[in-house]
């Protein structure tokens, strides 16, 4: 699987965007985007994932570069209890690769009154 | 979704001993992965966990350590064995669905002293 990079830390304030950037330029023609998030050590949390056409649900959007090489998580309204740290991770869809998830160390999102 | 039920959520363990982490899921899932989340770091996967054969482990993980069962396609477990202080840590499963994004377990904090 790719790796992604990812920024340490982030802070956003209470009502806002939070944006938080993925770096994947190794990715492959059929690995996806996931983002997960996990709040105090509780089970990661599926958010959001997608190939190349950008993604919205009710969580948050997902924004893919043409070239695939980065994206961009989009939560458009942040709240305190979106703190928690967000995981950026490139999977295949099939193959011996199906199912597994890399986590790398991920970007603390701190959300702030 | 699929949803996941893990047990125990939590354990304090004698070193020397054994502990088995059970996880039922809602639904008929093919694949379910462990992974392991030792503190202050991200998840490392352990194993895929397949229903009528063996299961897969990923370098760094051998069978005798960590035996896993999958006796039907909604149940695994997954035994700690021989525990020493190193091994704790937060141990998770998850679905190989990707329908909706993988589901996680909520997650086995064990501590061995």
């Known amino acids: 699987d790719a790796k992604t990079t990812q920024p340490p830390s982030m802070d956003c304030a209470e009502g806002r965007a939070a944006n938080l950037p993925c770096n994947h330029s190794?990715?492959?023609?059929?690995?996806?985007v996931y983002w997960y998030r996990q709040i105090h050590s509780q089970g990661p949390q599926y958010i959001i994932h997608?190939?190349?056409n950008n993604e919205t649900n009710e969580m948050a959007s997902l924004i893919i570069t043409e070239d695939r090489k980065s994206s961009t998580l989009i939560l458009p309204h942040a709240t305190l209890r979106d703190t928690a740290v967000y995981y950026c991770?490139?999977?295949?869809?099939?193959?011996?690769?199906?199912?597994?998830?890399?986590f790398g160390q991920g970007t603390i999102l701190t959300v702030h009154p | 979704s699929a949803v996941i039920s893990q047990k125990p959520s939590r354990d304090i363990c004698q070193r020397g001993t054994s502990l088995t982490i059970q996880c039922q899921v809602d639904?008929?899932?093919?694949?379910m992965f462990w992974y392991r989340q030792q503190p202050g770091q991200s998840l490392t996967l352990i194993a895929t966990?397949?229903?009528?054969?063996?299961?897969?482990?990923e370098s760094g993980f051998v069978i005798d350590k960590f035996p896993i069962s999958r006796p039907n396609l909604t149940f695994s477990t997954l035994t700690v064995s021989n525990m020493s202080p190193e091994d704790s840590s937060i141990y998770l499963c998850?679905?190989?669905?990707?329908?909706?994004?993988?589901?996680f377990g909520s997650g086995t904090r064990l501590t061995v002293v």
């Open positions: 991770i490139v999977s295949g869809a099939g193959g011996t690769s199906y199912g597994k998830l890399t």
């Open positions: 190794t990715i492959s023609g059929n690995e996806y």
């Open positions: 997608g190939l190349k």
């Open positions: 639904s008929q899932v093919t694949m």
């Open positions: 966990a397949n229903q009528g054969s063996e299961a897969t482990y």
């Open positions: 998850s679905d190989g669905q990707a329908g909706y994004g993988y589901t």
